[in-house]
Structure formats: C-alpha cells, structure tokens
C-alpha cells in the first residue's frame, strides 16, 4: 500500500518536513556524485558514515571505560550521520514521500523546531532498537526509516481518525484508510518480519532493519505522549 495524501488540512508551512525532505535528496546526490566518481570514494564514504552496530557496542563499551578515542567518537556520530544515507532511489524517494504524507501535519502540531528535535530523536530511538536486538551485527545500517517511522507513530497519536487516500495495487486503484488501520497494518508488517528475524526465519528479508522500524514507531508514540503531557503540541 502506498498513501498518496491525506484528508487533515495542511494549515502552517511544512518548513522543517520541507528541510529535512531536501537534506535527505542533497546527500544522496551526493552519493551518487561520488559513485560515479569512483566506486572506492563512495565506498569509503558509506564506511565512514553509516551504522554498524557491532561497532557502536564497541565503543559504547569503550566509553563506559573512559577509552574512546577519536575513532570511537566517529562512530558515535554515525547514529546521526546514518539517518541521512540511502541505499538507492527507490529507498530515498519512498522516505522522502512518507515525510512528506505524514509529516508536514505533525509539524503542524509541534512547530518546525520542536519537530526538528523529534525526528532526530525518534531516529536516535530506532537505531538504538536495532542495535539492542543485534549488538554484533557488522552490516551497515543507513536510511532515515527509522525516524519517518516515529513520525508515522505520532501521526497514529494524533490523526487516528484521518482518512489516509490509498494506492491499493491489484484491488481498488485509490481507496480511503483510516490513519488508525493503516498505520497499525504498517506497522505489522514491520514488527512481524522483525520476530521472524529473531527466530532466524529464512524467508526473513536480511537486508531490512525491522527492529528500527519497530522502535523509532513506538518511540514516536511515546514521545507525543510527553508531548502532550507537556502540553507542547499546537492546537489544530
């Protein structure tokens, strides 16, 4: 299923979905600047800046010691770094237009600032998922999934109602979903895979980070949650 739009009122300007939206673009034509560059530049490049868990834990452990050094402080910065990286067109685009369906009334709520520090946290939230079920993991992990999949939690928060308009291939060509199933069978289809990935199902797909999808959803959820206990969201 694809969502095509959403049926709320975009009232305020998507300026940060907008920014992070174009951040994401910048660096994979950056990316692909260098691989056409030369295949060693940019696999150097995703060397340097992607996440490999078994690294993290590495220095996570290290700088429980007092030991990091300037390596270690590299990859501390890939939890970051990571959330911008993408492995093809089709991984960018399908970011990209996710953000773009769901975030820009998210923001809404929060303010451009405010939904800023969310995405990076919910990023911070999935990665930190992923890394906590496969500590010595050694294949790079990279995509802003994980923090779009907080921002599809916090819409489930406060749009659950909201009619997402839907491509459905092989059924009805657009069909209106609720928010509250849609995003519920999406998130299914993440949390369902990630079991069988820890039952090391073979028809799992390998190549898919479900756990940080898993956890940057709830962690959108939770962080709403504090949102509106903190009575930082907007009104609509």
């Given amino acids: 299923m694809l969502p095509l739009w959403d ?44 996440l490999v868990p078994a690294a993290l834990t590495q220095t996570l452990e290290a700088l429980a010691h007092g030991t990091v050094d300037a390596r270690g402080e590299a990859t501390l910065l890939t939890v970051i ?14 970011n990209c237009w996710f953000l773009w369906v769901f975030g820009r009334n998210v923001e809404g709520r929060l303010g451009p600032v405010k939904f800023a520090i969310f995405y990076l946290l919910c990023g911070l939230i ?17 995509g802003a999934s994980g923090a779009i999949s907080g921002v599809l939690g916090a819409y ?13 291939p092989w059924f009805v060509p657009i069909l209106p979903i609720p928010a ?18 820890l039952l090391n199902a073979e028809d799992i797909p390998a190549n ?29």
């Fill in 7 to 50: 049926a709320e009122p975009h009232r305020r300007s998507p300026v940060a979905t907008t920014l992070l939206i174009a951040a994401n673009l910048a660096v994979f034509a950056y990316e692909a600047a260098l691989a056409m560059q030369s295949p060693r530049a940019i696999y150097a490049f995703i060397q340097l800046h992607t």
């Fill in 156 to 168: 489930l928060m406060l749009y659950p109602l909201n009619w997402i308009y839907t491509l459905v």
């Fill in 180 to 197: 509250l199933v849609f995003l519920v069978a999406w998130f299914a289809f993440q949390a369902i895979p990630g079991v069988g990935s």
């Fill in 126 to 142: 999935a990665a930190g998922a992923q890394v906590a079920v496969s500590p010595h993991e050694t294949a790079p992990m990279l």
């Fill in 208 to 236: 898919i980070a479900w756990w940080a999808h898993v956890g940057g959803f709830i962690g959108g959820i939770a962080l709403i949650f504090l949102a509106k206990k903190a009575r930082w969201l907007r009104s609509r």
């Fill in 81 to 94: 770094t990571s959330m911008f990286l993408h492995g093809g067109v089709a991984h960018v685009v399908g």
